[in-house]
């Protein structure tokens, strides 16, 4: 079954960069969009972003839009998160997760059935 390792977390300060990756168990660039999706304590489960299979475009939610940005490595199976001007509010638990391809992916949890672990991004002076 395909899992995702996510890592490059850790503590940065405000306006600090950080940059995630997810490690895929197998190929996914042939059947699966990747999305980017964080959870802080006591808040629902937010899309950060995502990239699509068929055709690469890429999407990011409101709050992260022109600080964040996704790409994919498909020689190495990973996508990454660059994560740039990072605000405490940015502080959460980031999974990346996949769904089957299509002309566009989604922000929203529902239709991603396969998830990493987490990593831990904690902004803070």
């Known amino acids: 079954q395909l899992q995702f390792v996510e890592s490059g977390g850790g503590l940065v300060q405000p306006g600090g960069s950080l940059r995630l990756s997810c490690a895929a168990s197998?190929?996914?660039?042939?059947?699966?969009?990747i999305g980017w999706f964080r959870q802080a304590p006591g808040k629902e489960r937010e899309g950060v972003s995502c990239i699509t299979s068929m055709n690469g475009l890429t999407y990011y939610g409101d709050s992260v839009r022109g600080r964040f940005t996704i790409s994919r490595d498909n020689a190495k199976n990973t996508v990454y998160l660059q994560m740039n001007s990072l605000k405490p509010e940015d502080t959460a638990v980031y999974y990346c997760?996949?769904?089957?391809?299509?002309?566009?992916?989604?922000?929203?949890?529902?239709?991603?059935?396969?998830w990493g672990q987490g990593t831990q991004v904690t902004v803070s002076s």
């Open positions: 997760a996949a769904r089957s391809r299509d002309y566009s992916c989604s922000l929203t949890p529902f239709p991603y059935h396969y």
């Open positions: 197998e190929s996914t660039s042939d059947y699966y969009d």
